[in-house]
């Protein structure tokens, strides 16, 4: 749809008697079992019947996993805002699971926030993942300065948008998350020339490579070219205004933070603590990427410029011609890292499922979280688009 003239239906109404979602801020902060919480994440699929799919293998995956919330995506510019609306509601009405609803502010005019935020109040939903977002491919990005206390003319970060819920609704009507990124923003992630010698201690910790392939010229990171491999970081000086940005965005309002995905554990530990340093004391979860394929770990890795271990990426590299092998591969390895994360403080995590129900919930098999053994012949042929 135009994003000039969003229609935010609700064609999911309730079916059962009205009720407002609890806030996950009290969730998490009421959470007293010794086993950490899970939540899962979607987006809505592009069809009607990868929209039914979906809601039939989450009835699934909340008998299983019992995930704290489940997180649905927004499109750029609110491309996708009906059909993310209509998964937010029927989740929370059909499963009586809180729904995390992303809201994002490139390119939306004010009145489209507003319908967003009113429809997701009238609706009950009570959590908004407060996010800039990024301009549909082909549409150019309209960008301001972060902040304007006394403008509501100009919501165009995520700064803006937590600032702007938090003057325009009642202090109490939802609780706001947002984004952190452990390995700095994509935007601040840049080519090194020279490689790892470049690099501080500190950057070394959150630094990404770009391997190529082994039978071109390899280096020890020459900063492209040649067939070398390449190093991307976020530099000291630029890792700290993201981290000055994240408490302005918790300054203003914002209860908890979701990690960008990490394949890191010891990255997520830097990260927290680095954050605890500078006085940002609300809850930071990790985010869990669950690998389906290696078509889809290197697109999003290389696309995010996102940290990979040595192992996982060899092994992957080893693997990548055996589609079962990468996958049960891809279970071992983040089940073992969330447990890292665990005894580096995580309270619990949060799932990117891209919509596949095997991967995360044999995720959780392997970490002794779930609620009963996995179907997996149901699951595995169930396809969500």
């Keep these: 749809p135009d994003p000039t003239s969003l229609t935010l239906i609700m064609n999911a109404a309730p079916s059962v008697p009205f009720t407002i979602d609890p806030k996950i801020s009290d969730l998490i902060n009421d959470y007293d079992s010794n086993k950490p919480w899970v939540a899962f994440e979607f987006f809505p699929p592009r069809t009607k019947t990868g929209m039914e799919n979906l809601r039939s293998s989450f009835s699934q995956m909340k008998l299983e996993g019992q995930p704290m919330y489940a997180g649905v995506t927004w499109g750029a510019c609110g491309t996708t805002s009906e059909a993310s609306m209509d998964l937010a509601i029927s989740i929370r009405n ?57 403008d509501d003319s100009t919501v165009s970060c995520a700064l803006d948008l937590v600032q702007y819920i938090r003057k325009t609704f009642n202090n109490h009507d939802f609780c706001i998350s947002v984004a952190g990124y452990p390995e700095g923003h994509s935007s601040k992630i840049k080519l090194v020339k ?17 391997r190529h392939k082994q039978e071109e010229d390899r280096g020890e990171g020459g900063g492209g070219g040649g067939g070398m491999d390449e190093v991307y970081v976020c530099s000291d000086e630029d890792f700290a205004d993201e ?60 696309f995010c410029k996102l940290r990979v271990p040595d192992l996982l990426f060899e092994t992957m590299e080893k693997l990548k011609h055996d589609k079962d092998g ?41 970490l002794e979280l779930l609620n009963e053994p996995t179907d997996e012949s149901k699951m595995s042929n169930l396809i969500i688009e």
């Design 243 to 302: 981290l000055n940005y994240l408490k302005a965005k918790v300054d203003a309002g914002a209860d908890f933070i979701i990690t960008q995905i990490v394949f890191d554990a010891a990255t997520y530990a830097t990260f927290v603590t680095a954050c605890r340093d500078i006085g940002i004391t609300v809850p930071i979860i990790p985010g869990v990427m669950c690998i389906n394929s290696y078509h889809s770990f290197m697109k999003m890795t290389q």
């Design 326 to 366: 990468v996958k049960n591969f891809g279970i071992e390895f983040i089940a073992e890292m969330c447990r890292k994360c665990l005894v580096y403080g995580a309270p619990g995590f949060h799932f990117y499922t891209l919509n596949l129900p095997l991967v995360p919930l044999s995720i959780l098999k392997e």
């Design 94 to 150: 059909d499963n009586d699971v809180p729904t995390n609803l992303h809201l994002t502010c490139t390119n939306m005019e004010i009145s489209n926030i507003n319908e967003a935020l009113n429809t997701a109040k009238d609706a009950g939903i009570r959590n908004i993942c407060a996010l800039r977002g990024d301009p549909p491919k082909g549409k150019k990005e309209v960008w301001g300065e972060a902040g304007h206390d006394d």
């Design 194 to 210: 020279g490689g790892m010698s470049q690099l501080s201690e500190s950057e070394k910790t959150r630094c990404s490579v770009i």
